[in-house]
């Protein structure tokens, strides 16, 4: 079953959110501290993905060409919205931004990264859901935490989760049949190097640091195989 691993990602995540509503009265400089010791250790897994490029040309062109498509159409805008929305179902308006901050926070920590492609990839190609298992137990630990300091918005950063890894697993079953084996190697290498650079973006976001639009570099996640490709070429 190509999403089972998937399934298991969603639902440790919904776990994690879930107990973290219980352990949200606990005084703020826990909860500041705590997000700091986050905001590092998500600095360190992106610096570690971000250390295996290959090329750091096509790495540059991906985050240069996905930057300008994310102004352009406002993917940022666009998912604090779907947060908002998501959020005016559930509380009041004034609690509207916070839902969102949850939703987007979590759900760039959750769905950008080398484990989200790779481990997709395995449960797709070769069935293997173990990278989605793990990843789903240290997701739902992070959801956890996050729930405490950004709320229950927390919780809905499983649907892009769900739809992302889900897709990826899914054409994954039909992708060798599309892609030679050392190709799809070298992009991946470059899109985890990509990802992992955004990762860090997201950490310094949550140390406070700096406030880098993420959402309008997703695009880079796409184009990164358009640079990719178009390298390989020549």
Same mark, same amino acid.
């Given at each position: ?8 990602n ?90 969102a ?6 759900? #760039?920590?959750f $769905?950008? @990264?080398? *484990?989200? &492609?790779?481990?997709? +990839?395995?449960s ?6 173990? =990278? ?22 927390v ?35 470059? #899109?985890?190097? $990509?990802? @992992?650079? *955004?990762? &860090?973006a997201?950490? +310094? ?8 639009? =993420?959402?309008n ?11 990719y ?6």
């Amino acid at each position: 079953m190509a999403l089972f691993g998937t399934i298991v990602n969603g639902i440790c995540i919904i776990a994690g959110s879930l107990i973290g509503l219980f352990f949200t009265k606990i005084p703020e400089r826990y909860k500041e501290t705590v997000m700091h010791g986050i905001g590092l250790a998500v600095i360190l897994i992106g610096l570690q993905m971000a250390l295996q490029v290959d090329n750091i040309v096509i790495v540059l062109l991906s985050l240069l060409s996905g930057a300008i498509i994310g102004e352009f159409i406002h993917v940022e805008e666009g998912l604090n919205r779907l947060g908002g929305w998501i959020g005016s179902k559930f509380t009041t308006k004034d609690d509207n931004f916070s839902v969102a901050q949850g939703f987007v926070t979590a759900s #760039l920590i959750f $769905v950008i @990264g080398a *484990m989200s &492609v790779i481990g997709a +990839l395995d449960s797709g190609i070769r069935g293997d859901h173990e =990278i989605l298992i793990t990843k789903g137990i240290i997701d739902g630990f992070v959801a956890l935490v996050l729930t405490t300091t950004l709320g229950f918005g927390v919780i809905f950063s499983v649907l892009p989760v769900v739809i992302y890894q889900g897709s990826i697993a899914l054409l994954a079953t039909q992708i060798e049949n599309w892609l030679p084996k050392p190709f799809l190697d070298g992009f991946i290498t470059e #899109l985890t190097a $990509v990802g @992992g650079l *955004m990762i &860090v973006a997201i950490g +310094l976001n949550l140390l406070k640091l700096t406030s880098i639009r =993420i959402g309008n570099l997703l695009p880079s996640i796409i184009t990164v195989g358009l640079v990719y490709y178009i390298y390989q070429l020549f």
